[in-house]
Nanobody
């Protein structure tokens, strides 16, 4: 059974940092582009970041550029999202997703590109 499990969320003060993890069981993440998405109450789901299957291409939403970094650890079969300089508007449920519809060196922030989704981890930024 293919599963994605997110972890690392929590409560953090504005300006703080968190590192989210997306771990896979039942399949190898290297074979998939991985995306991070978030959804705040009353808002639509937003693509935050993605990394291609090659690991050489990444994308970020304008709202997180320069603050968030996505990376892969093949040995751990895990993808990370390092989040720095967090703002209250980053508060949301964060999901990771895996998909193989794009070319090896590409990834997109569209949810339609991804077939497997985790259950999410809550990030709350508040003083």
């Amino acid at each position: 059974q293919l599963q994605l499990v997110e972890s690392g969320g929590g409560l953090v003060q504005p300006g703080g940092s968190l590192r989210l993890s997306c771990a896979a069981s039942g399949f190898t993440l290297d074979y998939y582009a991985i995306g991070w998405f978030r959804q705040a109450p009353g808002k639509e789901r937003e693509g935050v970041s993605c990394i291609s299957r090659s690991g050489t291409s990444t994308k970020y939403a304008d709202s997180v550029k320069g603050r968030f970094t996505i990376s892969r650890d093949s040995a751990e079969n895990t993808v990370y999202l390092q989040m720095n300089s967090l703002k209250p508007e980053d508060t949301a449920l964060y999901y990771c997703a895996a998909g193989d519809r794009r070319l090896f060196f590409l990834c997109e922030l569209s949810g339609n590109d991804y077939d497997y989704w985790g259950q999410g981890t809550q990030v709350t930024v508040s003083s």
